[in-house]
C-alpha cells in the first residue's frame, strides 16, 4: 500500500463534492488504528463514512473488497453502499488516481444480523448445526413458544398463575436475553435457587410502617425464586424444539456465530484477512452478543465505531447505553487511549430546536465518560420556530396541535405527530379531523385502530374466546345491529342468569355458586356470548327474555344466528375465514359505500399483510395464534423504527421509538406532562419481575443497579436493600426516557411544537413535565409556564358522565334519512310512472354489457405481478373483484418465497427495502413451514442451480426493493428481486433481474404478457434512483430451467399507461 497521495479536500473538490468540516476531515483521513466517533443526530455520518471509505481507496491504504460497513437497518446499509459505489465508480471513471480495480469488487456493506448469519451458514457444520436451517419470524417463534406453554403441565401453568400470552412472552424474552448475553441457563437456575433458599423462611422484624413495603419486596423476590428455574426449563424447551425443527432466529444466528468464533481460530483468522478496514455504524444500539463477535473477530484492527450515547434508546431489546463507553476496552489496546472523534455540527436541525435539545442533553453528558461535543448548528442554518402550547384540557391540547399543524403544511411539507405511546391520541386524531388536516397512523398499531378493523379484530375475538364481552358490546351497539344500551343490560342479566344455571337450566346449590364466585377463574363467571347463543336458540316463550325488547329480541337473534354461522367456519383456511368475516358483516361494501371513511378499503387490503405473513409461517396457524400474535406483534412494532417514508402533506402519527433515523419539516410533540414525557418513574423495569434475565447475568452488569438481597437478613432489610435498587433503577429511566425526548426533538428540520394541558382523564392535574420545565427555565420559549390550571376539579368530569353511548352512526342526518327511508317505504310501486318503460330498457342492457365495461372499483394496492391480468382477461379480475375468493396457498408458492429469502440473504450487499435486521422483535421477515421431503429437495436443487448461474458471482446494488408506483387511483406495488450494475457501450447501465421457480413462457404470447412485470419494474427503478428508463435492461431467470430470458422489447411508460387505460377507462395519473 502506498502513502498519502490526495487529501480529503482535493479528493471532494476533484469528485464535485462540498469540502469536509474540519471534523469530518479528521475522521476521513484518520489513521488505520480502532476509533470511536461520536456522531450527533443529523451530523451527516453517513456522508462521512462513505468519504472516509473512498479516501482509503483513493490514496491506496486499502482496496475495496477489504471493507466491511455494518448497521441496523437495510435501508441505512442500503443509503451507504449505494453512496460508496457511486463515488468510487466516479473516481475510477475520473481517473483521479491511477487505481488496479476489478469492476465487480465492491465494498461489503450489510447488517450485523445479515453479517452474523453469514458466519452461521458458512460455518454452522463445524459445530454440528444445520447451516440451511429455516429463519424463525416473529409470528413463528410466538406461535412455537406458546405451544411450549400449552404444553407444559398443568401443574406448572397453575403453579405460576399466568394466562397463557403472559407465559409466552415471558419464553420468549428470557430465551432470547440468554442468547443476547451468553448467559448460563444452569447458573441462571442455580442463582434463582439461591434465592429462593435465602428468602423463603426469612423473618419479618418490622417495626410497624416498614411492613408492607418490606412484605412487597419480599413477595416479589420469592416469585423470583420460585418461578426462574420454571421459565428457564421451558426457555431450553423453546430452544431445544427450533433444533429438533430445523428452525432459528435472529438472536441465535449472533450466540451461535460467537460460539463458531470462540471455538474455531480458523475463522477468526479468515475475517481478519479478508477485511482490512471495518466501519460500525449506530454503535450506541449493539447488544451483548454482538459487541462480543465483532470484538472477538477485529479487536486490535482498524474499527471505526460512530455512534451517539445520547441516542440510545432501545435498552429494552439489548442495547445498552454504556455500551459505547466500553469501544475502548473491546478493541482498542485500552480505554484511556482509544482514539475519538466528534462530528458536531447538525446539518438537519434550526437553532432554535438545537438549542432545545442541548437544554435537555446537559445533565446526559456531564454523566458521560466519553466526550460528547454540543451539537451547533451549519453555518447557514435559519432560527427555525420552536414553540409551546399549554392548555386546560385534552382537548384544548389537541385543538391547538391541530391548529398549528393546519398553518404549516401543505402538498410539499413533511410532518409528524411524535408520542412516547400511542394511548390516548383519539382527541388529537379527532381534531386533526375536525380541522381538515390529513394524517396517517403509522405501522400496525395504526391499521389496528382504524374502524373497520376493530370491527373485524372484534368479530374474529367473539368467534374465538366465549369471554369476549367488551368486543361482542361494541358490534352489537355498532350500525350493524344497532341494540339499544336497555337491551345490552337485559343481556347481562340473561348472562347473569345462565351462570347460576347448569346445563337444564336449573338453578345451582348455593355452595356451587359460592365456589364460582371465589373463583380465580374469570372464564367461569357470566359471558355475554353465551347469553347471545342462548337467545338464539330459546324459545319464544322463554320467561327470561322479557327482559329484552321486542326489537332488541330480534335483532339479537339475527346477531347470534349470524355468528353462529361464522363461528361454524373457525376451522377454515385464516384467511378465508377473515375473507367471510368481512363479507358476512358487510364490511367490504360498506368500506366502498361509506365516503367518510376513504381509508376502510385499503385498512381491509393492509390487513391482509400481517395476516398472510403469520399464515406462511404457521404449519399449525389458529384464529388463536393469530388474535394473541397481533398484540404482541402491535406492542413490538409500536416501539421499533419505522421504515415508512415521509409523506408530503400528510401528518405522520407514531412513536418516538419508531422515528429513530427519521425527519420532518414539522413537528409536534404532545403530551409533555408529568408521567407522560417523561413517563412515571414506576413504570422502570428490572429484573425482580416475572421472566426477566437477572441483572448478574448480563453483559453490562457492571454499570447496572444492584440488588444485595445477599446480605439481608430480614423482610426489613431486603425491602430496604430493594428500594435502594429501585431508586437506582428509575434513575437510570429517568435518563432514558431524557435520550427518548432529545430524539424526538431532534428529528424536526425547521419548526417545533411541544404540548401540555392539565387534565385529561386523571383526578389530579398534570402540570408540564420536566423537560419542559427545562427548557422553559432556559429561555426556549420566550415565556414562563402557567404555574398551576385554572379548574381545581377536573372540567372533563361531568362530560365524561354524560358521554353519548352507543354513537348514533347517521348523527346529526337522522331525522333526514329517517323521513327520506319512510318516504321511499310508503311509495307504491305499482303506481305507472312516465319513465317505466325506459327503465325496463336501461336495465336490460345494463345486464348485457360485458363484464369488462362495468364500474368496478379497482384496489387501491396491485402487485405488478397481477398487472398481466387485469390486460390480459379483464372480465375474470372484475368477477373477483365484485366477490373475491379466497385462495389457499399453494406449495409452489411457499417454495418461491423460501428460494427469494434465501437468494437476499446470501447477498452481501443489503438492499434498500425499508426493514429493520437489527432484531427479530423489528423484522417482518419471511416465514415458512418445515418442508416435505420433495421441496426440500427441490428447495437445494433451486440453490444449487443458483451457484452455477451468472448471478452467483455478482454483487447486486439492491435486493428485494420495493417501490410503489401511483397508476390512476391505485397503486401498483412493484418488489424487485435484484439490480445489478452492468457495463454498457454507452456508458454505465443496470440490469433488473426477476428470479422464477416456476415454468418458462410456453410461447411468445405467454413471454409477451410476462413482460409487464419487468416494464414496471423498469419504470419503478427510473423513478426510485433517477436512472434514465432508456439505461436499465431487464431479464427473468427461470431458475428450475437455468434459464435466463431477455424480453427484445420492453413497454415503455407510455405504453403501460394507454393499456393500463383501455382495461380500466381511465388514465393513470
Same mark, same amino acid.
Given at each position: ?7 480529503? +479536500? ?99 456493506? %450489510? ?190 484492527? &482498524? ?12 435498552? $429494552? ?311 394473541? $400474535? ?14 415508512? &417514508? ?40 428490572? $429484573? ?113 358522565? %354524560? ?6 352512526? +347517521?348523527?346529526?342526518?337522522?331525522? /333526514? ?38 364500474? !368496478? ?62 432484531? &427479530? ?44 408506483? &401511483? ?5 401498483? !406495488? ?7 450494475? /452492468? ?11 426477476? $428470479?422464477? %421457480? ?72
Amino acid at each position: 500500500m502506498s502513502e498519502f497521495q490526495i487529501s480529503a +479536500l482535493e479528493l471532494a473538490e476533484r469528485l464535485g463534492q462540498l469540502p469536509p468540516t474540519e471534523e469530518q476531515q479528521a475522521i476521513i483521513e484518520a489513521p488505520l488504528e480502532p476509533a470511536l466517533v461520536i456522531a450527533g443526530a443529523g451530523s451527516g455520518k453517513t456522508e462521512t463514512m462513505a468519504n472516509r471509505v473512498v479516501w482509503l481507496i483513493a490514496n491506496g491504504k486499502v482496496n475495496i473488497n477489504e471493507i466491511l460497513g455494518m448497521t441496523f437497518t437495510r435501508k441505512a446499509a442500503g443509503e451507504l453502499g449505494e453512496r460508496i459505489r457511486k463515488r468510487v465508480a466516479k473516481l475510477v471513471a475520473e481517473k483521479i488516481v491511477p487505481l488496479d480495480m476489478d469492476e465487480l469488487d465492491q465494498a461489503t456493506v %450489510t447488517t450485523y444480523n445479515s453479517f452474523a448469519n453469514r458466519i452461521y451458514s458458512q460455518y454452522a457444520v463445524l459445530i454440528g448445526r444445520d447451516p440451511d436451517a429455516t429463519v424463525l419470524g416473529e409470528a413463528a417463534a410466538w406461535q412455537l413458544a406458546r405451544s411450549i406453554a400449552r404444553e407444559g403441565t398443568g401443574e406448572v401453568l397453575s403453579d405460576l398463575d399466568k394466562s397463557l400470552d403472559v407465559l409466552t412472552e415471558a419464553i420468549l424474552r428470557l430465551s432470547r436475553a440468554i442468547a443476547d448475553n451468553v448467559a448460563d441457563p444452569a447458573e441462571i437456575v442455580s442463582f434463582a435457587r439461591s434465592l429462593d433458599e435465602h428468602t423463603v423462611n426469612m423473618p419479618l422484624d418490622v417495626p410497624g410502617s416498614r411492613k408492607s413495603a418490606a412484605v412487597d419486596a419480599w413477595v416479589k423476590a420469592r416469585e423470583v425464586g420460585t418461578t426462574l428455574p420454571v421459565l428457564v426449563d421451558l426457555a431450553i424447551q423453546f430452544s431445544e424444539a427450533k433444533r429438533r425443527q430445523g428452525l432459528i432466529e435472529y438472536s441465535d444466528q449472533v450466540a451461535l456465530a460467537l460460539e463458531i468464533c470462540h471455538r474455531f481460530d480458523s475463522v477468526v483468522a479468515d475475517f481478519r484477512s479478508q477485511f482490512k478496514v471495518v466501519l460500525l455504524d449506530e454503535y450506541q444500539d449493539t447488544s451483548v452478543v454482538q459487541t462480543k463477535l465483532l470484538s472477538m473477530l477485529f479487536a486490535q484492527t &482498524p474499527v471505526m465505531a460512530v455512534g451517539d450515547p445520547h441516542q440510545s434508546i432501545y435498552g $429494552w431489546r439489548g442495547a445498552s447505553a454504556d455500551n459505547i463507553e466500553q469501544f475502548g476496552a473491546a478493541f482498542g489496546a485500552d480505554v484511556e487511549n482509544t482514539r475519538t472523534y466528534s462530528l458536531s455540527t447538525s446539518w438537519r436541525n434550526p437553532v432554535g430546536v438545537l438549542a432545545a435539545a442541548n437544554v435537555l442533553v446537559t445533565p446526559l453528558t456531564a454523566k458521560t465518560q466519553v466526550p460528547v461535543e454540543q451539537l451547533r448548528a451549519k453555518p447557514d442554518a435559519t432560527q427555525g420556530e420552536v414553540e409551546l402550547s399549554v392548555t386546560e384540557t385534552i382537548y384544548d391540547e389537541a385543538d391547538a396541535v391541530a391548529q398549528w399543524l393546519k398553518a404549516r403544511i401543505n402538498e410539499e411539507t413533511t410532518s409528524a405527530m411524535l408520542c412516547r405511546s400511542l394511548k390516548g391520541i383519539e382527541p388529537f386524531k379527532r381534531a386533526l379531523d375536525e380541522y381538515g388536516v390529513p394524517y396517517h397512523v403509522v405501522g400496525l398499531g395504526g391499521l389496528l385502530d382504524e374502524p373497520v378493523i376493530v370491527d373485524l379484530v372484534c368479530t374474529l375475538r367473539v368467534l374465538h374466546d366465549a369471554t369476549a364481552d367488551s368486543e361482542l358490546v361494541r358490534l352489537l351497539t355498532g350500525a350493524r345491529w344497532a341494540i339499544a344500551p336497555k337491551d345490552i343490560v337485559g343481556l347481562s342479566e340473561i348472562s347473569k342468569w345462565m351462570s347460576e344455571r347448569d346445563h337444564r337450566q336449573q338453578r345451582l346449590t348455593d355452595e356451587v355458586r359460592t365456589a364460582l364466585r371465589n373463583s380465580v377463574v374469570s372464564e367461569d363467571g357470566a359471558s355475554l356470548v353465551d347469553a347471545l347463543d342462548f337467545v338464539v336458540s330459546a324459545p319464544e316463550s322463554h320467561s327470561v327474555l322479557e327482559k329484552l325488547s321486542a326489537t332488541g329480541r330480534t335483532r339479537l337473534k339475527h346477531a347470534g344466528e349470524q355468528i353462529a354461522r361464522l363461528r361454524r367456519r373457525v376451522g377454515v383456511d385464516l384467511r378465508e375465514l377473515v375473507t367471510i368475516v368481512q363479507q358476512e358483516l358487510l364490511l367490504d361494501i360498506e368500506a366502498v359505500a361509506n365516503e367518510s371513511a376513504a381509508t376502510a378499503l385499503s385498512s381491509l387490503e393492509a390487513f391482509m399483510e400481517p395476516l398472510s405473513a403469520y399464515v406462511d409461517g404457521e404449519d399449525r396457524a389458529t384464529l388463536g395464534g393469530f388474535l394473541s $400474535w397481533l398484540k404482541e406483534a402491535e406492542r413490538r412494532e409500536r416501539l421499533s423504527p419505522q421504515s415508512a &417514508p415521509a409523506e408530503p402533506g400528510t401528518v405522520q402519527i407514531m412513536t418516538i421509538h419508531g422515528a429513530k433515523g427519521l425527519e420532518w419539516d414539522v413537528v409536534a410533540i404532545p403530551r409533555m406532562v408529568k408521567d407522560e414525557l417523561p413517563g412515571n418513574r414506576t413504570r422502570a423495569e428490572n $429484573w425482580v419481575g416475572f421472566g426477566r434475565l437477572p441483572f448478574p447475568f448480563r453483559g453490562d452488569a457492571m454499570h447496572l443497579p444492584v440488588f444485595n438481597w445477599r446480605s439481608a437478613t430480614t423482610q426489613v432489610e431486603l425491602g430496604e436493600s430493594y428500594d435502594a435498587f429501585v431508586e437506582e433503577v428509575r434513575v437510570r429511566y429517568d435518563d432514558e426516557q431524557r435520550r427518548l425526548a432529545y430524539v424526538a426533538l431532534t428529528r424536526a428540520k425547521h419548526s417545533l411544537l411541544l404540548s401540555a394541558s392539565f387534565w385529561a382523564t386523571q383526578v389530579t392535574p398534570r402540570p408540564p413535565g420536566i423537560f419542559v420545565q427545562e427548557l422553559a427555565a432556559a429561555g426556549i420559549f420566550g415565556h414562563e409556564l402557567p404555574e398551576a390550571p385554572e379548574n381545581e376539579a377536573n372540567p372533563l368530569g361531568d362530560d365524561e358522565e %354524560t358521554v353519548t353511548w352507543p354513537l348514533d352512526p +347517521l348523527g346529526s342526518r337522522r331525522d /333526514v334519512v329517517t323521513r327520506a327511508a319512510e318516504a321511499v317505504y310508503v311509495a307504491n310501486p305499482a303506481t305507472p310512472t312516465p319513465w317505466d318503460s325506459e327503465i325496463e330498457l336501461l336495465l336490460t342492457e345494463r345486464d348485457k354489457r360485458n363484464i369488462a365495461d362495468a364500474d !368496478i372499483p379497482l384496489p387501491e394496492r396491485i402487485p405488478a405481478s397481477r398487472f398481466k391480468d387485469f390486460i390480459d382477461d379483464p372480465q375474470a379480475v372484475a368477477k373477483s373483484l365484485r366477490r373475491p375468493l379466497p385462495e389457499r396457498p399453494f406449495r409452489a408458492t411457499a417454495l418461491g418465497t423460501l428460494f427469494h429469502s434465501w437468494v437476499e440473504e446470501r447477498s452481501t450487499v443489503s438492499s434498500h427495502i425499508d426493514l429493520v435486521d437489527a432484531h &427479530p422483535d423489528e423484522l417482518d421477515g419471511v416465514e415458512a413451514d418445515s418442508l416435505v421431503s420433495a421441496d426440500e429437495q427441490t428447495l437445494r436443487s433451486l440453490k444449487e442451480t443458483f451457484e452455477r448461474s451468472q448471478w452467483a458471482t455478482r454483487k447486486p446494488v439492491a435486493v428485494e426493493l420495493e417501490v410503489n408506483v &401511483p397508476f390512476g387511483n391505485s397503486i401498483i !406495488i412493484c418488489k424487485i428481486d435484484a439490480i445489478y450494475e /452492468v457495463e454498457g457501450s454507452d456508458g454505465q447501465r443496470f440490469e433488473i433481474v426477476d $428470479w422464477k %421457480t416456476g415454468k418458462a413462457p410456453k410461447d411468445a404470447a405467454d413471454l409477451e404478457l410476462k413482460q409487464f412485470q419487468l416494464a414496471l419494474y423498469r419504470l419503478a427503478y427510473a423513478r426510485w434512483s433517477g436512472v434514465p428508463a432508456e439505461n436499465i435492461d431487464a431479464a427473468f431467470y427461470f431458475v428450475a430451467e437455468d434459464k435466463v430470458i431477455r424480453p427484445e422489447r420492453i413497454y415503455s411508460e407510455s405504453e403501460l399507461e394507454e393499456r393500463w387505460s383501455s382495461v380500466t377507462g381511465s388514465m393513470p395519473r
